[in-house]
């Protein structure tokens, strides 16, 4: 078993910057891959970026590529979503996920693949 815990939401003027943390505890996380999702309000849950376990591999949707960063800290048990260049279009609530994996480079970005889901940080940005 699992538990992520997110923080770092908050409200941010569009251009501003936010770093999101997910806290992983109860299993191994080396051996999870990681990702960051989001759902707007009316709108379906959406990728956003993963990361392997070993780190060495990540996917980032089109809307973020080159505004945000994930990255993860296996001595902390701990992935961030560092995200630049805000738009109000990236208003939503914002999950962490994990899913077990065997392949140290794996990293998915279909949403059932991941078992374990935290329970979400809001983002807000203004225009």
């Known amino acids: 078993q699992v538990q992520l815990v997110e923080s770092g939401g908050g409200l941010v003027q569009a251009g501003g910057s936010l770093r999101l943390s997910c806290d992983s505890s109860?299993?191994?996380?080396?051996?999870?891959?990681m990702g960051w999702f989001r759902q707007a309000p009316g709108k379906e849950r959406e990728f956003v970026t993963t990361?392997?376990?070993?780190?060495?591999?990540?996917e980032y949707a089109d809307p973020v590529k080159g505004r945000f960063t994930i990255s993860r800290d296996s001595a902390k048990n701990t992935v961030y979503l560092q995200m630049n260049s805000l738009k109000p279009e990236d208003t939503a609530v914002y999950y962490c996920?994990?899913?077990?994996?065997?392949?140290?480079?794996?990293?998915?970005?279909?949403?059932?693949?991941?078992?374990?889901w935290g329970q979400g940080t809001q983002v807000t940005v203004s225009s």
């Open positions: 109860g299993s191994t996380y080396s051996m999870f891959v």
């Open positions: 996920a994990a899913a077990f994996t065997l392949n140290n480079n794996n990293y998915y970005t279909a949403a059932e693949y991941y078992s374990y």
């Open positions: 990361i392997s376990p070993s780190g060495r591999n990540s």
